[in-house]
T-cell receptor, first 113, second 114 residues
Framework: QQQVKQSPQSLIVQKGGISIINCAYENTAFDYFPWYQQFPGKGPALLIAIRPDVSEKKEGRFTISFNKSAKQFSLHIMDSQPGDSATYFCAASFSNTGNQFYFGTGTSLTVIP | NAGVTQTPKFRVLKTGQSMTLLCAQD?????MYWYRQDPGMGLRLIHY???????AKGEVPDGYNVSRLKKQNFLLGLESAAPSQTSVYFC?????????????FGSGTRLTVV
């Protein structure tokens, strides 16, 4: 059973556009939601993370929007650049155990010039 | 500071062969993890360790064994490789609790079992 559902599977965006990736979860006990960015041949790298006590977190061009009632969170990449082309994974975790992140299935983002 | 180092980077095994994947971290992290990454399935946890001398099963532990004899090293073993274990394997480590406690991942090991 997939604990975290991610969509879309792939995304193509024009340079300068907004990329939006969505994730949904069922377990309301999750309390930490990170996003990871992975380039080909590399391991995933932490991009940005949020706790459910806030509805939005912004770091540069990257923003997480969190909707606790809908059990959904999304990553917005503003002014998308070709260098943002990568695979993005959302994840969820319980901070009281801290032992495992449950990952979404990933979104392959391509930003075309 | 190398972070998390995985060896080897690539390996081809024949069905039934055994091998060990090595993960080493130099950040004094307590927690270490082994994930496998398969197309369309994201990252799935195989085994993890919360400290030296400890190991625990994750979501997909069958066919794998692990050991954490030293804090900085976490070994993943395949006793009798099967084609279903063809995957990219990632090791990760994490320092401790706190708000920002994301993983640091290694660069992966691409394993093909023929």
């Amino acid at each position: 059973q997939q604990q975290v559902k991610q969509s879309p599977q792939s995304l193509i965006v024009q340079k300068g556009g907004i990329s939006i990736i969505n994730c949904a979860y069922e377990n309301t006990a999750f309390d930490y939601f990170p996003w990871y960015q992975q380039f080909p041949g590399k391991g995933p790298a932490l991009l940005i993370a949020i706790r459910p006590d806030v509805s939005e977190k912004k770091e540069g061009r990257f923003t997480i929007s969190f909707n606790k009632s809908a059990k959904q969170f999304s990553l917005h990449i503003m002014d998308s650049q070709p260098g943002d082309s990568a695979t993005y994974f959302c994840a969820a975790s319980f901070s009281n155990t801290g032992n495992q992140f449950y990952f979404g299935t990933g979104t392959s983002l391509t930003v075309i010039p | 500071n190398a972070g998390v180092t995985q060896t080897p980077k690539f390996r081809v095994l024949k069905t039934g062969q055994s091998m060990t994947l090595l993960c080493a971290q130099d950040m004094n992290h307590e927690y270490m993890y082994w994930y496998r990454q398969d197309p369309g399935m994201g990252l799935r946890l195989i085994h993890y360790s919360v400290g030296e001398g400890t190991t625990a099963k994750g979501e997909v532990p069958d066919g794998y064994n692990v050991s954490r004899l030293k804090k900085q090293n976490f070994l993943l073993g395949l006793e009798s490789a099967a084609p279903s274990q063809t995957s990219v394997y990632f090791c990760a480590s994490r320092l401790d609790w706190g708000f920002v406690y994301g993983y640091t991942f290694g660069s992966g090991t691409r394993l093909t079992v023929v």
